[in-house]
């Protein structure tokens, strides 16, 4: 079944649309975000499931765009959740958070793995990549030693996907870096032993 163009999120085309639209007109200027726009004052926002199929490139950076503004939306949810968690100790918000957590982190997965594949926008996907990784203590803070070791599991995952060696080594190292940032330095040399075994090759 062909996914839907568009998806209604009120809060994503009121906030976060604005600052993507001026990204992409940074990066396409020739590419018409008139129909985004019109959406988004209707309060939709581009599918990515959709739009990432598109054989158009600027679509698929929109469309990695929107993965990671979700993800960032999710994310403020679960700082929301953990502080009360943190107020009330009640394990339901705690279940919650780490199903939002998991929701962004793979979220975070699909914007790096299109975004990484265009040059335009692998920037944009290391910066990603660095934030994913950055979840694996937010787990840990929440005492969800399964969602740590599933994002960790989908991290190797998503570095291991670029076909193209020199591609993956920047990923990798983007990781690498993220966890480096969180005092995560085994994982973050674990993450450099994919560089080396990929020069290796």
Do not use: C
Not at 54 to 70: C, F, R, T
Not at 72 to 95: A, H, Q
Not at 99 to 123: E, F, P, Q, T
Request: net charge negative; glycine share 2%.
């Amino acid at each position: 079944m062909q996914e839907e163009k568009w998806l209604r999120s009120a809060i994503i085309a009121s906030r976060g649309l604005p600052e993507i639209l001026d990204i992409m007109k940074n990066l396409y200027p020739e590419y018409d975000v008139s129909e985004v726009e019109k959406k988004a004052k209707q309060g939709f926002i581009p599918n990515p499931f959709y739009f990432e199929t598109s054989n158009i490139e600027a679509e698929k950076v929109l469309a990695g765009l929107i993965h990671k503004e979700q993800a960032i939306f999710f994310l403020s949810y679960v700082e929301i959740l953990s502080e009360k968690y943190f107020n009330e100790k009640d394990e339901e918000i705690l279940k919650e958070a780490e199903k939002m957590l998991i929701v962004a982190a793979d979220a975070l997965a699909h914007a790096i793995i299109v975004l990484g594949g265009i040059r335009k926008s692998i920037d944009i996907a290391k910066d990603s990549a660095i934030l994913l990784s950055q979840l694996v203590p937010v787990a840990i803070i929440l005492e969800r030693r399964k969602a740590a070791e599933d994002i960790l599991t989908l991290i190797f995952t998503v570095a291991e996907k670029f076909e193209n060696e020199e591609l993956k080594a920047d990923i990798a190292e983007a990781f690498a870096k993220g966890f480096e940032q969180m005092n995560l330095h085994t994982i973050a040399e674990e993450m450099r032993n994919i560089i080396r075994k990929s020069s290796e090759k």
